[in-house]
C-alpha cells in the first residue's frame, strides 16, 4: 500500500491536523529511543555503558566493537609494555584494559551463518512458491482452495512444537546443526508466505499476455518464463524480502536445533560475555549489525509492507 | 470496503483461476496444462509434507509414548492417553496458560486501543505523515529475540534507561524498579515490549480499514449533518472493524506461540511469573527431556490454536457480510 495516497477524510481541520501531527511525532520519537539508545551504547566503554544515571553525552569508543569481534586475555602490564606497539586501534584500546586480543570471536562465523541460512532459505522458497503460486493462479487444481488453506495452516503451528519431532528427525538423519538442515526448515516455513503473496501478485497479471504469448507459438513453460516472470518480478522481490527478514530475524528453530557450526546471530549476540557480566557495548554493536539489514528493508518495502505482513490479504 | 480482503481466511476465496480456453490448451506443445500445475505444485506440497506433517504425525505419535529423547535406547512403552491426562490435572500447565492468557489479553488490547488511535491520526494527512510513519514502523521489523535481549539493557534497575525514565517521571528510586525481578512488574513487563514491537502492525492495517472508506460516504453524512462523534460510531469504526479483527487475529495467534522475545527478555522468570505456554514447553521438551509428554502438550497447544483462528474467521467473515 501506499502511505503517502490517503484519501481525504472531509476536511480535516488544519488545528486537528497539527494536533495529530504532534501527538505521532512524539510517539514515533519516543518508540524509537531505545534503539537510538543501543545504537549509542554501541559506542560507549563499558564503564560508561552501565553508569548511574545513564551517560547521554560520553566519549565515543570503538571498544564495543572490537570487543565484539576478538577474544581477549588479561596480562601482566610489564607484559603488554614488552609487547611492540600496538598495531590498531583494537589493539590499543584492549591494552588500556590490561588486556591483549587473542583472537577473533565467534561472531564473524554466526553472522556468516546468518547469510548463508537466510539467503539460501529465501532462494529455495520464492522458487518452489512461483512456482506453485502460479500453478494455482493458472490452473484448475483439483480442491485448490483446501491445499491453499493447508499450505498455510503449516505456518499456525506453535514453533516449539514442530521443534520437538524435527530436533529428532534430524538428529536421526544427521541434518542436527547443519546450514542445510536449518535452510529445508526456513524454506518449508516461508513456502506458505511465498505462495501466498505470490499468488496475489500472479493473479494481478492479465492472463490475456500469456494467451496472446501462446497463440504466437509459445509453450505455456516458455510463456510462463517470458511473459510472467518479467511482469512479477516486483512482486518477487517484495516477497523475497519479506522471506529473508523471517529468516534473518528468527530464533525459536535456531536456538533449538543449532549449538555450533552452523548457529546463527540471533541465539548467538545474547551469549555475549565480558568480564563481571554482559558486556553490553559488545552486545550493542553485535545488535546495531545484526538490525541494519532490516532497516534498509524495512525503507525499500515501505509500499508493501501492508501486504508482506497479512499474507497477502489487505492489498491496499 | 475493498474486497481487500480476507481472501486467505475464507476457504471459499475468489475461485483458482478458471482453466485455459479449450482451443488454446490443445495448441500447446509438450507437457499438458495438468501435468505442468501438477509439476509446478507438487515440490511444495511434498517439502511441506516431509518438514511439517511427517513431523507433527511423528509428534502425535510420541504424544502416546513414554519417550525421552535424551535416553534413546530406553525401550518406548505405549501409555495411552497417560500424558494427556496427566497434562490437563497439571497445575504448572494451568499456571502457564493463566500467563499465556494475560499475556494475549493486554497485549491485544494495549495494541489495538494504541495502534486504532494511532492509524486515526494518521489518517489526518497532516505534513511529512508517510515520514513519521515509516518510523513508528520499525519496531516491528526486528528480531523479536534480539528486541528481548536488548530490553533486558533498558529494564535494568539501576543503569537502565527504563527504570531511568520512570523514576525520573514518578521520583521513585530507580534501584526500586525491578521490572524483571519483581514478581507483580515481570508480566507486565513482557506486556510493555510487545506492545511497543507490534502496535505498528495494527496500526498499519487499521490504516488500511480507515482508507478503504469511500469518501462519499463522509459526504453524505455531512450533508446530513451528522456529528464528527457521530459519524465515527457509525461510519468509521463499524467499517474499520473486519481490519481490526484481522489485526486482532494475527496477534492472537502470534502471542499465543510467543517463544523468543521472552525466552530472552525474562526466561520465564522469576521463577515462572512469566512462563508462557511455549517457555513451559520448551523446559519439559528440552531441559526435562520429557519428550512424550511434551508432544501431547505441544498438539493440544496445536489445536487450541487452530480451533480458536477458526471460530474467529467464522465471526470475521459474519462481520465482512454485513
Redesign the interface.
Known sequence: ?S??S?????A?SAI???V??T???L??LI?????L??FA?SFKTPPD??????KILFQPSLEGYCNLFSTRTRQTPEYINALGPATDICDETVRKRNMVIAGPSNFMPRFVNSLIIAFGSTFCAVF??T??A????????PL???????????R??????????????Y?EIGLSDTALGMI??Y??VN??LA??LLKGFI?EIP?EYE?AA??DGY???QAFWRTVLPQATAGIAATAIFCL?FA?????FA??LTSGTAQTA??F??TIIGEGG?D?PA??AG?TI??VP??V???LL?KQ??RG???????? | M?E??????N????S??????EP?AR?????S??G??????S???L??L???????F??IY?SFTNYR?NRPNEVVRNVGLANYKRILGDQDIWIAMQTTAHFVFWTILLQTLIGFI?AW??????????F???????????????VG???R??Y?P????FA?AISFATGIP?TQIGMLSNVSLAPWSIVIVDT?MW???VM??CL?GL?????YI??AA?VDRASNWRQFWSITLPMALP?IM?AVL?RG?EN??M??MV??LTGGGPGSTTEV??IT??RQ??ESWR?GY??AF??I??VA??GL?NIYVKALNKVKQR
Open positions: 500500500m502511505l503517502t490517503a484519501h481525504s477524510v472531509v480535516p486537528s491536523k497539527r495529530a501531527g501527538i505521532i511525532v510517539y514515533a518508540s524509537i529511543v531505545p534503539l539508545w543501543i551504547t555503558s552501565i553508569a548511574y544515571p545513564p518452489l512458491g512456482l506453485s502460479y500453478g494455482f493462479s493458472r490452473f484448475k487444481v485448490a482452495d483446501d491445499l491453499l488453506f493447508f499450505i498455510l495452516s503449516t499456525m503451528m506453535p514453533p516449539i512444537a514442530v521443534a520437538i519431532p524435527i530436533y529428532l528427525m538428529r529445508l526448515l524454506t518449508a513456502v506458505s505462495v501466498w493473479d492472463r494467451e501462446m497463440i509453450t505455456r513453460l527478514i534473518w530475524n528468527e530464533y525459536a536456538a533449538l540471533p541465539p549476540i545474547p554482559q553490553w552486545v550493542a545488535t545484526f538490525l532490516i532497516l528493508f524495512t525503507i515501505r509492507l501492508l505482513i497479512t499474507f497477502g490479504a489487505v492489498r491496499k | 475493498t481487500a480482503g480476507l481472501t486467505m481466511l476457504r471459499t476465496a475468489d483458482v483461476a478458471r482453466a485455459t480456453p488454446l495448441k500447446v506443445r509438450g507437457i496444462d495438468k505442468l500445475a501438477w509439476l509446478f505444485i515440490p511444495t506440497i517439502l511441506l516431509a518438514v511439517n506433517i511427517f513431523p507433527l511423528w509428534a510420541l529423547a494511532l491520526l494518521i489518517d489526518r494527512k497532516f505534513r511529512g505523515h508517510a513519521w510513519t515509516t518510523i513508528i514502523l520499525v519496531p516491528m521489523m526486528l528480531s523479536p529475540a534480539v535481549n536488548f530490553w539493557f533498558l535494568e539501576q543503569i537502565g534507561l531511568y530507580a511497543w502496535t505498528p502492525y498499519l492495517i488500511a482508507r478503504s472508506i469511500p469518501e463522509y459526504e455531512e481490519f484481522l494475527f495467534i499465543f506461540k517463544f523468543d525466552n530472552l505456554a511455549s514447553l520448551k521438551a528440552f519428550t511434551s508432544s505441544a498438539i497447544l496445536f490454536v487452530f483462528a
